[in-house]
């Protein structure tokens, strides 16, 4: 038996996960939940400011592996052939010449500008704006192939925003990278940054690369946007690579912090979206949902097929970036689990500050409590909200709450919840917030549609597509469509699992590796024709109230 090692990071921890590569079972996992964030350090919500400190992920890189190899039958460890990561992105950090984020130096240790910025900061709605009105007067627009909008959840924007408010970053950082490809680098020992393996993915969907350009676009460009990054893409890369390339071999040190050999292959990095889709079996323009705090959706057409077609207002079209040899396109909401976390939150507050400063229990109990409580919000309000029937609440929601990513970006926008009135209770509002978040997915499948590029299946994967059956129905209903979902609980560590294999050298190519080691599915959601009818309706209405919106944003 040879196995491989997949290492999925999430927005909240990062989960391990050991696969056998002859039939793609999981021998074991581990996951681990990141301390600081979870403290919400660095953090400030309120100003869409969401960072990250490289300590969770490296501490977390250890931990998991070495729990989920403890966990694996004993010689396991000894059959490890590959890894290969799988991260959130856009997620940049400043680093010095060596490749070592600034905060992982005891100057900038506690700066948040120092630390790894989280696809979800959006610090950069002004200078995204700046982005575009240059791609627009300039004689290449840069921003063709990222959808025709640049986004403040991208590479450059955060680059910039951080360059303009920080002098000390400005002086120390030499270059940026992205998650994906830092934690490859670190594995393998990289110690130039100019010698580290950038992702086709990652540059391609984010950092206005593209090989019409020559790589990224040219100094002038960056210096009319502002002097600031004068000489960086110097600075920066030219060359990128596909995630079924080996970025090198385990170094001695990681080999001996995991229990490991330097024969173990670490793959090119890749984001987790696009990974999972792999994972989770995707196959021509079949849309590929990914499912969590956000969604990001994935279609994979033929390159001959595509051609020099331009699909305007999505997240990039990049050749390689899910299947090597195939277009990738990739579009996505900028919140779906984070709607509901948000609701949660809303409700819970009073337990905290009522029931969490009562005298009349003692700590254990009121801990205890609010725990219980916290857990049962959520899963009561869906049995409750799926009693109620489509269209009887009166209440249109928009699912903005963190901006809109598709189609056509636009960070600033605000969520909204229309109709409310003295009989409006939690579960007909957490009702409306679950169709918006179905909306706002009708309006990605039209946008593909319109623009030439047919939807012929649907795939469900990640936390919300096996765990919530109400939004999984319902989603069916909007869609008016069947939606598989895979039955790998893990799909972004599976599909991480299936890049290591082949940049191990066990499997030729990723049609194989998915041929082999792809779990298939396990559910199958059938629309209800009498629920589309109505939700038809519903969604003319979040339409025209969406538009209202964004008039007045």
Known sequence: M????????????VR?????????KEVSSAIFYYPRWKKGKYCDPSANQFRQHPLDYV??????????????????????????????????????????????????????????????????????????NLCAQSTIDYAKYEGGIYSSEWFWAKILRTLRVDKKIQKAAYSWVEHCDWIPFLLTGGKDVHQMKRSRCAAGHKALWHEDFGGLPPNDFFVQ??????????????????ADVPAGNLSKEWAKRLGLTTDVVVAVGAFDAHMGAVGGEIAPYHLSKVMGT????????????????????????????IIPGMMGLEAGQSAFGDVYAWFK??????????????????????????????????????????????????????????????PDAN?????????????????KIFRALVEATCFGAKKIVERFEEEGIPIEGIIGLGGVAKKSPFIMQTMADVLNRPIKIAKSEQTCALGAAMF??????????????????GAGFDKIYQPNKKQVAIYEKMYAEYSKYGDLIEKNA
């Open 345 to 406: 939150n809303l409700l819970s507050w009073t337990l905290e500050e009522v029931v969490g400063k009562s005298k009349l229990l003692d700590k254990q109990l009121k801990k205890q409590l609010i725990g219980e409580a916290m857990e049962r919000i959520i899963p009561e309000l869906t049995k409750s909200a799926q009693k109620i029937d489509p269209g009887t609440t009166g209440i249109i929601a928009l699912d903005w709450l963190n901006g809109r990513r598709t």
């Open 500 to 517: 290591a294999a082949i940049a191990a050298g066990i499997f030729e190519n990723i049609p194989t590796a998915m041929k082999k080691m």
């Open 411 to 427: 960070q600033a926008l605000k969520g909204a919840i229309f109709g409310l009135n003295l009989g409006s209770d939690a579960p």
């Open 2 to 13: 040879s196995v491989v090692i997949g290492v999925d990071y999430g927005t909240d921890s």
């Open 16 to 24: 391990s996960v050991v696969v056998n590569t002859q039939n793609g």
């Open 294 to 321: 956000s969604t990001c959706d994935m279609l994979i057409a033929p390159m001959e097929e595509v051609g020099d077609k331009l699909i305007k207002g999505i997240c990039g079209q990049v050749d390689g970036s």
């Open 225 to 242: 946007l502002d002097p600031l990054l004068d000489g960086l893409r110097e600075r920066l890369f030219k060359d990128t690579y596909t």
């Open 59 to 132: 501490e977390g890189l250890e931990k998991s592996i070495k729990k989920a190899l403890k966990a694996a039958p004993k010689g396991t460890a000894v059959q490890v052939k590959g890894i290969a990561v799988d991260t959130t992105g856009s997620t940049p950090v400043a680093v010095d010449k060596t490749g070592t984020p600034l905060a992982m130096k005891p100057a900038f240790a506690e700066n948040p500008n120092a630390m790894f910025i989280l696809w979800k900061d959006h610090t950069g709605i002004q200078e995204a704006a700046e982005i575009n």
